[in-house]
């Protein structure tokens, strides 16, 4: 346990803030939490919108929870844990009409794309004109205060890779433009409606992805196009973020690495706590790449990264959530969520040099694998805590 000296600084700092929280208003901790995306994100739309049979709605999907919810994992989502760490419920599908929203919704559905217009989904455009329709369900000063989360593209990608084998350096980089300009028209959708706290998660390294290899033959290796694109994406979102920053004010933003997570944990699985990144715990296939159901998974999908070819076990997203949430600038930043909760409204973050932004990125394997020293991490995190308090405070005095 910690010393009582630091038991008094605790005490000290927790009072200071509160007398900081008490004297200057304008701290806004956002309550609310808005989920646009794919199946990653999905909390149980698509059951909602498909005539046929949602995999997600049976088990094995839920199991480590002991219920199927439409939640493409055998247990939690991302979304979910962040909800939990901000000290809200979860949030919950907007297509459940008769659900509690007063902490937000979430839009995300499995096979979403930004661009194109697929079946029995909502594209990103879809997904942002539903929310902009609703916003009078919230309150202005809650849309602006809120977090909007959004992980988007995977699909845009695979189906691109899978049309176009081999692509020149031009047409990739035109496709990628697309894309980001689809997105940055959204954004500034909701920047209209109100929304200044927007949270980024990356894309993975989709080469790894155990369906994508199955499907392409060799799966010792990641395939290449896929990741390659993903890349090009996470670039150009992060200039467009920088961008933005510039060009909207009091926007603020969270960017958080998880293609690199994705890639060191497939790489060097067991440093993660897991004993493959390679295969799903669920599916058929040489490594579980494709149809997971009842008959195919694994004992322990805690073991696993990946729980079906496309998404992650509920032990994969605790270990996103907690670095979105609390994790340095190697992995999330300029602000991980923790901070973009506490930044008063009035507070633009500019970040002018882009190389500095990318280097900031850069992740440092070192640093990962002490900061994912669970007990460390706690204390970290609650040192991180007060240490944040104290940041936000500041730049009121
Ligand atoms: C909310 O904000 C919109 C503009 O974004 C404005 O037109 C509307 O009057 C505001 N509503 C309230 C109740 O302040
Ligand atoms: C594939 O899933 C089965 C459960 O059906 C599991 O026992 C097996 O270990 C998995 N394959 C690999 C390569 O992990």
Not at 30 to 53: H, P
Not at 119 to 134: D, R
Not at 153 to 164: E, F, I, M, P
Not at 366 to 389: A, G, H, P, R
Request: glycine fraction near 6%; include cysteine.
């Amino acid at each position: 346990m910690a010393n009582p000296k630091s038991h008094v600084f605790i005490l000290i700092t927790t009072l200071l803030a509160l007398l900081l929280l008490l004297h200057f208003p304008s701290v806004s901790l956002a309550q609310t939490l808005f989920v646009f995306g794919d199946g990653l994100y999905d909390a149980g739309n698509k059951q909602f919108l498909s005539q046929n049979r949602v995999d997600a709605s049976f088990p094995p999907y839920g199991i480590t929870l002991g219920k199927a919810t439409g939640r493409w994992s055998d247990g939690r989502i991302v979304p979910d844990y962040l909800a939990n760490f901000m000290g809200i419920p979860q949030i919950p599908p907007f297509l459940q009409s008769t659900a509690d929203f007063s902490h937000g919704a979430s839009f995300a559905i499995a096979d979403a794309t930004v661009l194109g217009s697929p079946p029995e989904t909502m594209t990103l455009s879809q997904q942002v004109m539903k929310f902009s329709e609703n916003k009078n369900k919230w309150t202005n000063k809650t849309l602006s205060e809120a977090i909007y989360m959004i992980y988007i593209g995977s699909d845009d990608y695979l189906n691109y890779a899978k049309n176009n084998p081999s692509p020149s350096d031009a047409q990739k980089q035109a496709f990628v433009d697309q894309v980001i300009t689809k997105i940055n028209a959204e954004i500034k959708v909701v920047y209209g409606v109100g929304g200044r706290k927007f949270a980024f998660q990356n894309l993975a390294p989709l080469g790894c992805l155990p369906a994508v290899k199955q499907a392409n033959g060799n799966v010792q290796e990641c395939v290449k196009l896929p990741s390659e694109m993903a890349a090009l994406h996470n670039k150009k979102l992060l200039q467009l973020m920088i961008e933005l920053s510039k060009q909207l004010n009091g926007f603020q933003y969270s960017f958080y690495d998880f293609f690199s997570s994705i890639q060191n944990r497939v790489i060097k699985s067991k440093t993660y706590t897991f004993e493959t990144g390679i295969a799903a715990c669920c599916g058929t296939g040489s490594i579980n790449g494709s149809d997971c159901s009842s008959n195919n998974v694994c004992a322990k999908p805690e073991e696993y990264i990946f729980f079906d070819g496309k998404h992650l076990t509920q032990e994969a997203n605790l270990q996103v959530g907690h670095l979105m949430w609390g994790a340095d600038p190697e992995v999330v930043g300029p602000n991980n969520l923790r901070e973009l909760m506490v930044l008063p409204l009035d507070l633009t973050v500019i970040l002018g040099d882009i190389h500095e932004a990318m280097a900031a990125m850069r992740p440092r394997q070192s640093k990962i694998e002490s900061l994912y020293d669970t007990k460390k991490m706690d204390l970290d995190m609650e040192n991180q805590w007060f240490y944040q308090v104290d940041k936000a405070a500041s730049f009121l005095i």
